[in-house]
């Protein structure tokens, strides 16, 4: 039996064709998995079609039989080559696509060409932004489903702790907390949408000067979905004043958020209030950075139902890396935890 329910697959897919039929694109075909994950509910080797109107069609290639257990997609084939893709959706829906959309800021050169050339004469479009809308609101579903990974997140860094109070520490403490994590059923891998970039599950940063403090931070992956937080630790009574200005910053950031914010206004109210510090920060979910993104120029204003992950760092020193994230949803009343009804 899949983890997502038919029903949030089915309002996922209604809304994705409805942002499709504004643009006038007769059909997308998804490719990349996390995409694929969301609109299917599985992970496996295969391609989405969907159509602006009509039922959408998932093409396995591997493996089918787990495909059918993952998605309550009503028309789901095996094909053994993606040469079948065409024929597979004639069947389906005998007609020419005049605008194919497909996710051309994950689709390498070659790629592009082959899918293009499987619709000839069609007009190939970007899709990415429409698919990336629909993702930044998450459903009930999808916020509770986060909430068990906070919730995951809060017992390792329990665990973490109790690890320094027993005295370890480097990458003796760092293999034990991701020891915790995968006992906890943490995947493993850690989708990012990036070219370059890379994660990891634990990171552990020292505060130069201060031997005694340090900060860990944790990226929870759970069932497809990504969670990052960041705790401060110290192994005596005194925080550094670089930390406890980082702490404080950092709150008076996460209470300015609410509907009608953007990451601009965020920069500029730092940039006035703590010009020490700089802004970090993204959305979050099947993959652990999505739009709305604060390192370039997105001036979406915050929904409610938006998940982010916002956080605070030293603009420049030896301290630079000594990051602070929290992540949390935007509500009607403010920046929440995932848990609660309220701001913090």
Known sequence: MGIVPRHEIEQRIVSFQKKLQGQDI???LIIQRADLFYLTGSAQNAYLFVPAVGP???LVRKYYPVAIDHSPLAHIVEIQSAKEIPEKIASLQPRAWKRLGLELDVLPVRELEFYSAL???AQVVDISALLHSVRMIKSQWEINKLAQLEDKCRQTFQHAGELVGKGFEGMSLLSNIELFMRWHHHQGMIRTRGFRE???AVLILDVQGHPSAFLVQLIWVFQG???TGTKVFSTSDRVPALLKD???IH?????RIRPGTTWEGLRDWLTES???FELVGHGIGIELREPPLAGIEDNRTFLPGMVLAVGVRAKSGPNKRACLMDTGIVRKGGFASLGSSGAD
Do not use: N, V
């Not at 709150?251 to 209470?255: A, I, N, V």
């Open 26 to 28: 007769d059909a997308a």
């Open 56 to 58: 959408p069609l998932l």
């Open 119 to 121: 619709f000839p004469g």
């Open 198 to 200: 890379k994660a990891q």
């Open 225 to 227: 979905y990504h969670f």
């Open 246 to 248: 980082l702490i404080q």
């Open 251 to 255: 709150r008076e950031l996460k209470h």
């Open 274 to 276: 703590a010009k020490a």
